[in-house]
């Protein structure tokens, strides 16, 4: 009987083990694809300010400047 108890417990145990290595793979997994998210959304903010900066810095056309 009490092999048959500490086989279901290694059964128990095992599971465990695999539920958390599976939950730590998926934690590092969404953690990297969220860092990536977030890298690639930093950039194009960095990006898209850099240029609105440029257009707005930009000196005035010929034309405007013949007008005022």
């Known amino acids: 009987m009490a ?8 059964t128990v145990v ?3 083990l695999v539920v958390v290595a599976v939950l730590i793979t998926l934690r590092f997994v969404v ?3 969220a860092w990536f998210i977030r890298s690639f959304l930093g950039l194009v903010l960095i990006v898209g300010l850099f240029v609105a ?9 010929a034309d405007d400047a013949e007008d005022g």
Not at 3 to 10: D, E, F, I, V
Not at 53 to 59: F, Q, S, T, Y
Request: no cysteine.
């Open 53 to 61: 900066w440029l257009i707005l810095k930009a000196p005035d056309d």
């Open 31 to 33: 953690g990297t694809l």
């Open 14 to 16: 095992g599971w465990l």
């Open 3 to 10: 092999s048959r108890a500490r086989s279901a417990l290694a």
